[in-house]
């Protein structure tokens, strides 16, 4: 976060206005930015929270050549460089921390507070916050995270250069991360619980032609061993019943992704997997709370998607602060 924001808001905040902001968007990813660029031109005062640099898992995606205006393809770090570069130009100020609590104590009074022991108010909040990897849910996963276990192949796979590492996983997600990997690495086992993968068929064609990368199906991750990092892992084939054993330096896990568990404490309509429901105009079950993006439920989540939600989230925003003379 610049400094210089930061102390902008701290005298803000002491001043003991009714309001810092207009809008606070939770989230610097795709949804998030759209949004937060939406509101600004609308010259609304924007804040926007996120735990991480913005980019979201946009800036997780290898190449992106789905969305509109980029013949060839992207790659997702370069594309979220580039929302992060648009969302700069405008007067919206940006703090690096992650939200812990959202409060709403009104149709136009809500309240937000961080990791770090501030509190900001506001007229609207909009929920931009993606999902989180989902995982395997065996034991030693937590016992080797961050020590070759790994959620995140565009971060942490330079550092399997030239070794034999492992995708659990059968999805786009899984299959992004299995092409980028296999750049770097010298094997790669793609293991899936099915027979089949089931990404989009361009990339179903290159990953399964990729000869590094070498399918394992019908089969699942039971144990992993090493002293202080993983240095194998033991494979169960569900057809067959018969177990494997393979040297990995690393497990990328890319089972699925999942909102997250308590939505920032609020008491929000959820559907039955815990997505946000929201309206067409993006309002939540809370009057003055929004919600854009992956985290809401929906059927496509995906950039395109999530950059619409985020302008619809903020215009019906604005219209609704308007609209009780609150502007
Ligand atoms: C590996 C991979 C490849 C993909 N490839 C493509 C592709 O090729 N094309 C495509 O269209 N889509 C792709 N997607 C999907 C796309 O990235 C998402 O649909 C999109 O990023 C969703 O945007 P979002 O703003 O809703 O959420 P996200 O991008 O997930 O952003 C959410 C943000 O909220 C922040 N956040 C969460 N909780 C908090 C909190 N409590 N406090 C502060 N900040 C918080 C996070 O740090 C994050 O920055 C891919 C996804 C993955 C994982």
């Known amino acids: 976060m610049q400094r210089e924001t930061q102390l902008q808001i701290e005298k803000s905040s002491s001043l003991g206005h009714t309001h810092d902001y207009d809008i606070i968007v939770v989230g610097a990813g795709p949804s998030g930015m759209s949004a937060a660029i939406c509101a600004a031109r609308a010259q609304l005062k924007v804040l926007v929270l996120d735990k991480a640099i913005p980019g979201g898992e946009a800036s997780t995606a290898y190449r992106v050549d789905n969305y509109l205006g980029f013949p060839g393809g992207v790659m997702g770090l370069d594309l979220a460089r580039q929302m992060e570069e648009h969302m700069r130009t405008f007067n919206i100020d940006f703090v690096c921390a992650t939200v812990d609590d959202v409060r709403s104590m009104g149709p136009l009074d809500q309240k937000v507070s961080t990791d770090m022991g501030r509190t900001f108010l506001t007229k609207a909040v909009i929920l931009s916050v993606g999902l989180e990897p989902k995982p395997l849910g065996r034991e030693f996963e937590k016992r080797f995270f961050g020590r070759g276990v790994s959620y995140y192949a565009q971060g942490d796979g330079r550092s399997y250069q030239g070794q034999h590492v492992a ?71 569900t057809v067959t019943g018969q177990s494997i054993w393979l040297d990995v330096k690393c497990i990328f896990v890319y089972v699925g992704r999942m909102p997250p568990k308590e939505i920032l404490n609020l008491n929000l309509q959820l559907d039955e997997d815990g997505y946000i429901i929201t309206d067409e105009y993006m309002r939540t079950s809370l009057p003055g709370i929004y919600a854009a993006g992956d985290a809401r439920s929906k059927q496509i989540r995906q950039i395109a998607t999530a950059v619409a939600d985020g302008m619809i989230a903020a215009v019906n925003a604005g219209r609704d602060i308007s609209s009780t003379g609150a502007r």
Do not use: M, T
Request: aromatic share 8%; charged share 25%; proline share 3%.
């Open 167 to 237: 995708v659990i996983g059968g999805g786009n997600c899984a299959c992004y991360a299995a092409e980028y990997l296999a750049e770097h690495v010298d094997r790669l086992y793609l293991i899936h619980r099915s027979g089949h993968i089931k990404a989009v068929k361009s990339l179903h064609d290159k990953v399964l032609s990729n000869p590094k990368i070498q399918p394992i199906w019908n089969s699942e991750v039971e144990d992993a061993f090493g002293v202080d990092k993983i240095e194998k892992i033991k494979v169960y084939n």
